[in-house]
C-alpha cells in the first residue's frame, strides 16, 4: 500500500488562471485622464521643400507627395491624441493663427516608405515651449510581407508615439497653468480684434505672456469677441471633414508608394552593399531593376520581383513596387499623387457664410477661404464696436 502526503493551500487571494476578480480588473483600468482639457491646434504639417528644384532631385524628393503629405500628417496627428482623451477639440489649421490652446507644429524631414522622421514644436498659448524634438520610425523590415497588414498605414507608429510626448510633456504641468492657458487664449484672441481694449490685461514683459486680469463677464466688448471666436471654431471644425477626406482620397495610392518606396530603398540597400550602386548609378540601377521585372533576364534574383515602374519626375519619385501589376497601375497612382499634391493648401468649393443676417461668399483654397472668413468676423466686430462709422 502506496500512501503520499499533499500539499494544499487555502489561499485564494493569488489566482493567476482563469477569469480575473473584478477586482484585479479594476486595478489594471487605466484612470482617466482628470485634468484640464486643452484644445489643440495643428497647423498643416511644413513639407519640408527647399526653393531649389534640383535639391529635390538630389535629395530624392517627390514635391507633389510631401505636400499631400503635409496635410495627411498633420490630420495623422489629430487622430492620435483625440484617442488619447486627454485633450479638448484638436483640430488641423490652414496655419498657426487659429485660436488654440496649444500648438502642435510639425516639419517632414525624411519620408521614403521605410523611414519616417518630422520635427515636432509644442508651444502653449502663453508662448512656452512644451517640447522640441524629432519623430523617427522605421518600417519592420516584415510590414509589407504580412498580409494581416493589408490597408494599414506604417507610419501610425510615428504618431502614436509623437501623441505620448505630447501626453508626458502635458502631465509635467501644474493644473493651474493650464487653466491660465485657456483665458490667456481667449485674451489673445480678443486682442487680434481690439488690441486696445484687452492687452491690458496680459503681461508680454517676459518670455512667457502672462495672465493679469480678467475683463468683466458683463463687458459687452468681450462678450462679442467671444462670440466671434465660436464662429471662428465652428468654421475651423467644419474644415476637419476636408482634411479627414483628403486623407481617406489618397490611401490607395499612397499606401501603394509607400511599399513601392520602400522596395526601393530596399534595392539601393542591396547595391551598396554588392558594391553596385557606386558604379552604375541609382537610376541605372532602378532601370535594371525593371528590365529584370519584364523581361526576366536579370542574372541577380534580387532583380526578379516582379516589378514595374513610372518614372515619378525626379530621385525618389520612382515608383516600384511588387503589388503593381502593370505600368499603367503604377501610372495611375502616381499621377492620383500629383493631383493630391498640387498646393499644402486643399482646394475647396465657393460657399456663402452668414453671420448675424450678413453674408460672405468664401473663394479660393481652404488658407484663402479660412483668412476671409476671419477678415470678414473682424468687420462684422469692428462695425458692432463702432455702429455709427460706416466700415
Known sequence: MLTGCATTSSSSGNLKTGPQLASAQEQNKEIPYQGVKLDVIIPVFSPGLSDSAAEYEEEGIWPELRRAEANRFAYKLKTALDESGKFGAVRVAPNSTASGDLFAVGEIIESNGQELEFSLNVVDASGKQWLNETIDHEVGEGFYKNPRNDG??????????????????????????????????????????????????????????????????????????????????????????????????????????????????????????KSIWKMIGGAVLIGAAVAAATSGSSNDPSFGRDLATVAGGIGGAVLISSGFKSREEAKFHQEALNELGESVNLEMAPQVMTYEEESVELTGDIDEQFRQWRAFLNRMYQLEATPDVQL
Do not use: C
Not at 497653468?177 to 481667449?186: F, G, M, P, S, V
Not at 491690458?200 to 462670440?227: C, N, W, Y
Open 152 to 273: 494599414k498605414d506604417p507610419y501610425n507608429p510615428a504618431f502614436d508615439k509623437a501623441a505620448q510626448a505630447i501626453i508626458e510633456a502635458l502631465l509635467k504641468q501644474q493644473q493651474s497653468e493650464l487653466a491660465q492657458l485657456q483665458n490667456i487664449n481667449d485674451l489673445r484672441f480678443a486682442a487680434s480684434f481690439n488690441e486696445q481694449a484687452f492687452m491690458e490685461h496680459l503681461d508680454t514683459s517676459g518670455q512667457h505672456i502672462k495672465l493679469v486680469s480678467m475683463p468683466s463677464d458683463a463687458d459687452p466688448m468681450f462678450e462679442r469677441v467671444k462670440s466671434v471666436q465660436v464662429r471662428e471654431q465652428l468654421f475651423v471644425d467644419n474644415l476637419q471633414q476636408n482634411y479627414s477626406a483628403f486623407s481617406q482620397q489618397m490611401d490607395d495610392s499612397y499606401l501603394a508608394w509607400q511599399e513601392a518606396s520602400a522596395t526601393e530603398m530596399q534595392l539601393r540597400k542591396e547595391a551598396k552593399t
